[in-house]
């Protein structure tokens, strides 16, 4: 009898990747793909960035396993509450192990195989942060920088490759510090884009302090190469960010900024920000303020500081009040969407190629090569590429007419 499986993914991009080699190793071992009530076996595959999301996850452990079902728990949870997951009964996998996990539960391995599913795939390229942001629990739970062979990465595109692949986007939680036998973060870009036809080939997500004069020149010499850079401010001010332990200072990141646009006009910057550090005065909160309308984002994901366990800013002294972080928050969203809203007006007029995603309504989500959703009139099947000219927004988002 086949044993039926069901994959829960939380939290980034990563673990999006992650669950696909899961599915793959499960697939290969003779297992089924199920919804979750007709499965034997739960794979919980997940996030600890933030605390609610690591409440839902042992709250789905706790569920599944009271339901007498099979629990398999990877993501960044397994090596956080290992000992706790094992005490309830779960199979944790730990990084590195997704690909055995069905011979860890009794079953022979096939050979896992990449498979497509729609027009786009992730491929991780380095995991793992020697950063230690004070705030943040990836080095612990992911570990320290690990870079793929690129031979091993140039392989997995062209399988993707072979099977249709339109948008590639190659993943770390800090992807430009890739290093591997004296290849770096540009040099395999260049790889990537020579030994390979992928119309769209995007990255994520880029330390400020690692982006340089010679990736960004290295993106422009390309041109499948996405003119999106996804660069994490956190916070506008100098004191919270050494407090933060981000090795650069709001002008460092703003001369970043314009050196990118000086080599590329057209590109799309978006960002991180975080509010409730601890410590921060409204003074500080100014600073992201000023920061914000200076560079212009034309996207941005605004959140709350949220103590993580083992990080330093969790013991940090004047941690700031729910109510304060709460109100910072609501007055960064405001202020940063009206700043994105006056940004995205650069763009009507434009002429881009689209890939078409999913059709509601009549009309098409799209993705650009340049890291826009854009909304395209007229109902479209998904994975083309359509070219599109950009006659509006509506909202924050981009409207477009085939051309």
Known sequence: MLMRFSLITMGCQMNEYDSARIREALLAGGFQESESGGADLVVLVTCVVREKPQRKAMALVRRYLREGKQVAVAGCLSPLAKETLEGLGAVVLMPGEYDALPSVLGFSCGKPRRLLSGPSAFVTVVEGCNNFCSYCVVPYVRGRERSRPPEEILSEIKELEAQGLLEL????????????????????????????????????????????????????????????????????????????????????????????????????????????????????????????????????????????????????PDQVPAEVKSSRLRRLVDFTIENIRKKKARFVGAETLLLTLRSKDGRTDCATRDGLVVLLMGAHEPGQLIKGKITGIEGLIPIAEPI
Do not use: C
Not at 232 to 249: A, C, F, K, T, W
Not at 285 to 302: K, S
């Open 169 to 316: 986007t190659l993943l770390g939680q800090n992807v430009s510090a890739y290093s591997h036998g004296g290849v770096d973060f540009p040099k395999l870009l260049e790889m990537v884009h020579d030994q390979t036809s992928v119309p769209f080939i995007k990255f994520t997500t880029s330390h400020p302090r690692d982006i340089d004069l010679r990736l960004v020149e290295t993106i422009a010499g390309r041109p499948r190469l996405s003119r999106w850079f996804h660069m994490p401010l956190q916070s506008g001010s100098d004191r919270i960010l050494e407090l933060m332990n981000r090795g650069y200072s709001s002008a460092e990141y703003i001369e970043k900024v314009k050196m990118i646009r000086a080599v590329l006009p057209e590109a799309v910057i978006t960002t991180d920000l975080m509010v409730g550090f601890p410590g921060e005065t409204e003074e500080d909160f100014q600073a992201t303020l000023r920061v914000v309308e200076e560079v212009g984002f034309d996207r941005a994901f605004m959140f709350s500081f949220d103590p993580r366990p083992r990080t330093k800013a969790a013991g940090m």
